[in-house]
């Protein structure tokens, strides 16, 4: 047994609806390996149960599996507001949200978060970066202003295959060059706490300072 499947078996397990999610992400979508999955979708469950944040922003829905498992974790009346950029999606969406548990938690928006989340009157607890990574530095300076004192940004894709660390990109790579620049504006920036994990392909936790 591989230290992955070790972890995994001594988790909570994803349950049946997430599982059925996963598969039908590997079945209809492109880049399906770009949904958190049991392990990370755990750790997410986990941060909500926590942080017991009552509005949560994700950027970046895929194909919900994320945005489920936060929703399993958040108490009665909070609400979870994602964001997915790429109007095909949506019908998938929509189905898989809506015949959830947690459907009434869950309020999905698409279109570009750039543009929407600023016309928005709310002020958030906790958010989830897991979308462009070309924007990442634009959605956390977004973000940030608009996040209550004590909240916390979860960052995902931070290592980026592990290119991040390795530095001087091909000047085309736009990708490995946002995640980078994301990672020193953060690494820089005294108004947050922040720690990178190495689950998967890097999770940075951000802590806004009272």
Same mark, same amino acid.
């Not at 078996?9 to 492109?30: C, F, M, N, V």
């Not at 964001?83 to 959830?100: A, T």
């Not at 940004?153 to 000047?171: C, H, K, S």
């Given at each position: 047994?591989?230290? +992955?499947?070790?972890?995994?078996?001594?988790?909570?397990?994803?349950?049946?609806?997430?599982?059925?999610?996963?598969?039908?992400?590997?079945?209809?979508?492109?880049?399906?390996?770009?949904?958190?999955?049991?392990?990370?979708?755990?750790?997410?469950?986990?941060?909500?149960?926590?942080?017991?944040?009552?509005?949560?922003?994700?950027?970046?829905?895929?194909?919900?599996?994320?945005?489920?498992?936060?929703?399993?974790?958040?108490?009665?009346?909070? +609400?979870?507001?994602?964001?997915?950029?790429?109007? +095909?999606?949506?019908?998938?969406?929509?189905?898989?949200?809506?015949?959830?548990?947690?459907?009434?938690?869950?309020?999905?928006?698409?279109?570009?978060?750039?543009?929407?989340?600023?016309?928005?009157?709310?002020?958030?607890?906790?958010?989830?970066?897991?979308?462009?990574?070309?924007?990442?530095?634009?959605?956390?300076?977004?973000?940030?202003?608009?996040?209550?004192?004590?909240?916390?940004?979860?960052?995902?894709?931070?290592?980026?295959?592990?290119?991040?660390?390795?530095?001087?990109?091909? +000047?085309?790579?736009?990708?490995?060059?946002?995640?980078?620049?994301?990672?020193?504006?953060?690494?820089?920036?005294?108004?947050?706490?922040?720690?990178?994990?190495?689950?998967?392909?890097?999770?940075?936790?951000?802590?806004?300072?009272?």
């Amino acid at each position: 047994m591989n230290t +992955e499947d070790y972890i995994l078996s001594h988790i909570d397990p994803e349950g049946d609806y997430l599982h059925a999610l996963w598969r039908d992400t590997q079945l209809k979508t492109y880049y399906g390996q770009m949904a958190s999955g049991h392990l990370q979708g755990r750790l997410l469950k986990m941060l909500v149960r926590m942080i017991r944040p009552q509005r949560i922003i994700e950027i970046g829905t895929f194909s919900g599996y994320s945005a489920l498992c936060m929703a399993e974790g958040m108490d009665e009346g909070a +609400e979870l507001h994602t964001f997915e950029i790429f109007d +095909e999606q949506e019908d998938f969406l929509r189905k898989w949200i809506g015949n959830s548990p947690y459907a009434n938690r869950i309020h999905l928006h698409i279109g570009d978060a750039l543009q929407m989340v600023p016309q928005m009157d709310i002020t958030w607890d906790m958010a989830f970066i897991d979308a462009d990574k070309r924007h990442y530095t634009e959605y956390y300076r977004m973000l940030l202003p608009r996040m209550r004192r004590g909240a916390f940004i979860v960052a995902d894709n931070t290592l980026w295959y592990g290119r991040a660390a390795e530095g001087n990109p091909r +000047e085309s790579d736009a990708q490995t060059h946002g995640i980078m620049d994301f990672n020193d504006t953060v690494a820089a920036d005294t108004r947050v706490e922040k720690v990178i994990l190495p689950l998967r392909d890097g999770l940075t936790l951000i802590h806004v300072k009272d």
